[in-house]
């Protein structure tokens, strides 16, 4: 069974732009989460998907955005994006009602250097 | 008070002893706990999940619940230098819905 997969690995892009990021779950998996980590910090939480709808939010400016696709597949959006941006932007996905009991299965993350 | 609470680390523990992790949550309502282990530049990968009070065995790992006391910790017998990585604690308190919460990890390292 496939993993989690993200796209693209690694990007890199300058301050003002924006930047869409991609993440297929696994199969059959419904629920779809976002983080954010940089060094020295911990998993800060972005946002959740289940069945295309938005149930959770963490602490981000609006510039942070995302939606869920029919098949699942999710996508991340940065506006306007800030030296801070940089960091490593990873997604999980998890099987059953998403109610948070099932473990959640990472991708291998996508890397985005702001210059 | 933090939801999920970890000691930074680093824990330094020789090969072949036995490595213990401990996390403590501050939702007593929290059904669900995780632990996953993170090497550096990497992403997380989980290594086991409990449900129940008491123990989990799996190889040689066993995640230890006490609900009571607010607690899930994590053994790792006869350790290897694999297994030198950041530790995280996650647990669901029903409080979040479907949001799990993670530590700040454990940063375990085994001399040889």
């Known amino acids: 069974k496939a993993g989690v997969t993200q796209t693209p690995r690694y990007l890199i892009k300058t301050r003002g732009q924006q930047v869409t990021l991609s993440c297929s779950p696994i199969?059959?998996?419904?629920?779809v989460s976002w983080y954010q980590q940089t060094p020295g910090q911990g998993l800060q939480f972005l946002f959740e998907y289940f069945s295309e709808t938005q149930r959770n939010k963490g602490n981000f400016p609006g510039r942070f955005s995302g939606r869920q696709f029919s098949n699942s597949r999710s996508e991340m959006n940065v506006s306007t994006l800030e030296l801070g941006d940089s960091a490593l932007y990873l997604c999980a996905s998890s099987s059953g009602h998403g109610d948070g009991n099932q473990p959640q299965h990472f991708g291998d993350g996508t890397r985005l250097s702001i210059l | 008070q933090k939801e999920v609470e970890q000691n930074s680390g680093p824990l330094s523990v020789p090969e072949g002893a036995i490595a213990s992790l401990n996390c403590t949550y501050s939702?007593?309502?929290?059904?669900?706990f995780f632990w996953y282990r993170q090497y550096s530049g990497k992403s997380p990968e989980l290594i086991m999940f409990i449900y129940s009070n008491g123990d989990k065995e799996d190889g040689r790992f066993t995640a230890q619940l006490n609900k009571a006391s607010q607690y899930v910790s994590l053994l790792i017998r006869d350790s290897q230098p694999s297994d030198s990585a950041t530790y995280l604690c996650?647990?669901?308190?029903?409080?979040?819905?479907?949001?799990?919460?993670f530590g700040s990890g454990t940063r375990l390292s085994i001399r040889p």
């Open positions: 939702d007593r309502g929290s059904q669900s």
């Open positions: 996650a647990v669901n308190p029903p409080s979040s819905a479907s949001k799990i919460i």
């Open positions: 199969s059959g998996h419904r629920s």
